[in-house]
């Protein structure tokens, strides 16, 4: 007797970073049943959704639900036209909202998130920081003035991303160089809330990419 295909959800994130970060979330919530791939940046959506919609485990009915996320950066509007109109090339199938599972063939659904959160600026690091200044307040009251003298003496802003990675090398001061450096190996020392409610929206949707349907 032929053995049933065992389906899975996939989860699409812009890069490996996100994808890092989306696995902890899911490990934090117990979920199980999910694969993390990266779509390698914006301005690649279209390639590698359509080199997905060809695979073998696509149209073999192996991925039953698949959320892409993307960063809204400075317009969430903007973001998901973008991620909409890349689905739409691909699948031929319009999603214009966030949170909605669409079918694209008889196997799969396919639901979009933009990070931060609805009708939100920002990225995956904004959700980070949020969580990371509930974490280590203390922490933020030498960053923040950190970051506030280098604006005053150079006019450059640190980006949200470079705050992200200068508060994740503090907060590992046990560790490594080498650990400290590199986001896959400091997500598992970080003092971050995996479970925070900042990522509550995101880990609802993983859980709905896990189920497992027929």
Not at 49 to 67: A, H, K, V
Not at 166 to 195: D, F, G, H, T, Y
Request: proline share 4%; with cysteine; hydrophobic share 40%.
């Amino acid at each position: 007797m032929r053995r049933p295909i065992e389906k899975y959800g996939l989860i699409l994130g812009e890069g490996r970073d996100d994808c890092v970060v989306f696995k902890k979330i899911a490990q934090a919530a117990g979920l199980s049943g999910l694969e993390f791939e990266e779509l390698g940046g914006k301005d690649k959506f279209v390639q590698r959704l359509t080199q997905l919609s060809l695979s073998p485990e696509f149209t073999r009915g192996q991925i039953n639900r698949i959320l892409i996320t993307r960063d809204a950066d400075g317009s969430w509007e903007a973001a998901l036209h973008s991620l909409s109109d890349a689905v739409a090339r691909v699948f031929g199938h319009a999603i214009t909202k966030t949170r909605e599972w669409v079918s694209v063939n008889e196997h799969c659904e396919i639901a979009l998130w933009i990070v931060p959160g609805d009708d939100q600026s920002g990225m995956l690091e904004t959700l980070c920081l949020q969580a990371a200044k509930e974490a280590t307040p203390s922490d933020f009251e030498c960053l923040d003035q950190f970051a506030a003298c280098l604006k005053q003496q150079t006019d450059a802003p640190l980006h949200e991303k470079e705050k992200f990675a200068i508060w994740s090398l503090v907060a590992q001061e046990k560790q490594l160089p080498r650990q400290r450096l590199s986001l896959p190996r400091a997500v598992v020392n970080i003092p971050l809330n995996w479970q925070d409610p900042l990522f509550s929206d995101l880990t609802e949707l993983m859980s709905e990419a896990s189920m497992r349907h027929s």
